[in-house]
């Protein structure tokens, strides 16, 4: 098959999106598919090359940053994604949390008759409320507008799907996240890091993302003054600043990747996730692929993937004090730990990004068999 795959961030984006769009694009190319990817551009330094990586071609698009977020890039309107689609002859296009780059995509996969797969991914509704305190309707339409036109629209998780039907979206399929149990595993808990981490033998809680007001991180303010506790915060973004004063006894990396963040994440006791607006959370199964038990919402995506007093404990989102007493307790029983972490991978070693990808291909061959089908009539 030939894919265009219109995602509204790509590596060297360091978010959910992006790693998704890799992901898919790196699955495609090893099963013998043909990818291109249209993303936004992003700044460069002097002969930097950021797709110098990339399994397939990427076309960028001019693109500007988000105001008050300049991590954030939203592409520009442009011809080149119509171009991009006619000229890879593509027989699929598949939309990345389709927003504004996805939107055009959508509406150049309509004029040229194609069929188009949505990937819902983003909660915009939700960052509409947290950013300006309203706005949730009109986001919802948006993504309605979009969504509806697909042949096909991937929910990550099964509230996701269930807010995407309530919200009038049809054609509606559940397609999870992949981990890979490769990269994040527990033999690469590492004692030296932890010793500098924690100096004082403290136990590791751990919290990996993006630094900004949907993630709620202040809300392991409470859990930082906890004795014998030593937060550590992965990851970037406006937040920062305000974060590390509100909680002084923190440890903040700013942006890790790679092997190094898989052995950060195989060195905590327990990882904590805070937000309440995940569609799936990555960051999850990877704590959970590291061997580390989780604190996360019982909201959105980690009602899929945390089993509540099995790989670790669902808490009332937004509730600080419900988080550090879950911390504690578990901070109070190593082998309660070592069970929750044991459990966890356990679980999500079948969730291979192979997998996962296979099943979208499978739902690429659905798409297309139907639209030959109606065709046919």
Same mark, same amino acid.
């Given at each position: 098959?030939?894919?265009?795959?219109?995602?509204?961030?790509?590596?060297?984006?360091?978010?959910?999106?992006?790693?998704? &769009?890799?992901?898919?694009?790196?699955?495609?190319?090893?099963?013998?598919?043909?990818?291109? !990817?249209?993303?936004?551009?992003?700044?460069?330094? &002097? =002969?930097?090359?950021?797709?110098?990586?990339?399994?397939?071609?990427?076309?960028?698009?001019?693109?500007?940053?988000?105001? =008050?977020?300049?991590?954030?890039? !939203? &592409?520009?309107?442009?011809?080149?994604? %119509?171009? &991009?689609?006619?000229?890879?002859?593509?027989?699929?296009?598949?939309?990345?949390?389709?927003?504004?780059?996805?939107?055009?995509?959508?509406?150049?996969? #309509?004029?040229? =008759?194609?069929?188009?797969?949505?990937?819902?991914?983003?909660?915009?509704?939700?960052?509409?409320?947290?950013?300006?305190?309203?706005?949730?309707?009109?986001?919802?339409?948006?993504?309605? #507008?979009?969504? #509806?036109?697909?042949?096909?629209?991937?929910? /990550?998780?099964?509230?996701?799907?269930?807010?995407?039907?309530?919200?009038?979206?049809?054609?509606?399929?559940?397609? /999870?996240?992949?981990?890979?149990?490769?990269?994040?595993?527990?033999?690469?808990?590492?004692?030296?890091?932890? $010793?500098?981490?924690?100096?004082?033998?403290?136990?590791?809680? =751990?919290?990996?993302?993006?630094?900004? /007001?949907?993630?709620?991180?202040?809300?392991?303010?409470?859990? #930082?003054?906890?004795?014998? !506790?030593?937060?550590?915060?992965?990851?970037?973004?406006?937040?920062?600043?305000?974060?590390?004063?509100?909680?002084?006894?923190?440890?903040?990396?700013?942006?890790?990747?790679?092997?190094?963040?898989?052995?950060?994440?195989?060195?905590?006791?327990?990882?904590?996730?805070?937000?309440?607006?995940?569609?799936?959370?990555?960051? +999850?199964?990877?704590?959970?692929?590291?061997? +580390?038990?989780?604190?996360? /919402?019982?909201?959105?995506?980690?009602?899929?993937?945390?089993?509540?007093?099995?790989?670790?404990?669902?808490?009332?989102?937004?509730?600080? *004090? *419900?988080?550090?007493?879950? +911390?504690?307790?578990?901070?109070?029983?190593?082998?309660? $730990?070592?069970?929750?972490?044991?459990?966890?991978?356990? %679980?999500?070693?079948? $969730?291979?990004?192979?997998?996962?990808?296979?099943?979208?291909?499978?739902?690429?061959?659905?798409?297309?068999?139907? $639209?030959?089908?109606?065709?046919?009539?």
């Amino acid at each position: 098959m030939r894919v265009v795959i219109v995602t509204e961030s790509f590596p060297p984006d360091v978010n959910g999106v992006a790693h998704c &769009a890799l992901q898919t694009a790196r699955h495609l190319v090893d099963r013998g598919h043909s990818p291109v !990817v249209v993303a936004p551009a992003v700044p460069t330094a &002097a =002969g930097d090359e950021p797709d110098d990586r990339a399994p397939c071609p990427v076309v960028r698009i001019p693109s500007l940053p988000l105001p =008050g977020y300049p991590q954030v890039r !939203v &592409a520009l309107p442009s011809r080149r994604v %119509t171009t &991009a689609i006619t000229e890879h002859r593509a027989d699929l296009v598949h939309l990345a949390s389709p927003f504004v780059l996805g939107a055009r995509g959508m509406a150049a996969a #309509s004029r040229l =008759g194609l069929p188009a797969v949505a990937v819902y991914q983003t909660d915009l509704a939700g960052y509409a409320r947290t950013y300006m305190g309203a706005g949730e309707a009109a986001a919802w339409r948006r993504i309605r #507008s979009v969504h #509806s036109a697909a042949d096909l629209t991937l929910a /990550p998780s099964g509230a996701a799907r269930s807010d995407l039907q309530e919200h009038g979206i049809p054609r509606v399929e559940l397609w /999870p996240r992949g981990v890979d149990t490769v990269r994040f595993r527990p033999e690469l808990r590492n004692e030296a890091l932890r $010793r500098e981490l924690a100096p004082n033998g403290e136990l590791i809680v =751990g919290y990996v993302g993006r630094l900004a /007001p949907e993630k709620q991180v202040e809300l392991l303010a409470g859990t #930082s003054t906890l004795p014998g !506790v030593r937060v550590v915060v992965v990851g970037d973004g406006p937040s920062r600043a305000g974060l590390e004063q509100a909680m002084p006894g923190a440890v903040f990396l700013g942006r890790r990747t790679g092997d190094e963040l898989a052995r950060i994440f195989a060195s905590l006791d327990v990882f904590a996730h805070t937000g309440p607006f995940e569609t799936f959370c990555q960051t +999850v199964q990877e704590a959970m692929a590291s061997g +580390v038990p989780v604190v996360a /919402p019982a909201v959105g995506g980690p009602l899929d993937l945390v089993a509540h007093g099995r790989t670790g404990f669902l808490v009332p989102p937004c509730d600080a *004090a *419900a988080v550090r007493d879950a +911390v504690w307790s578990l901070a109070a029983d190593p082998r309660l $730990r070592a069970a929750y972490g044991a459990a966890g991978r356990a %679980t999500v070693e079948g $969730r291979t990004w192979a997998a996962v990808g296979d099943r979208l291909i499978g739902y690429y061959t659905d798409v297309l068999a139907g $639209r030959r089908t109606a065709v046919a009539a």
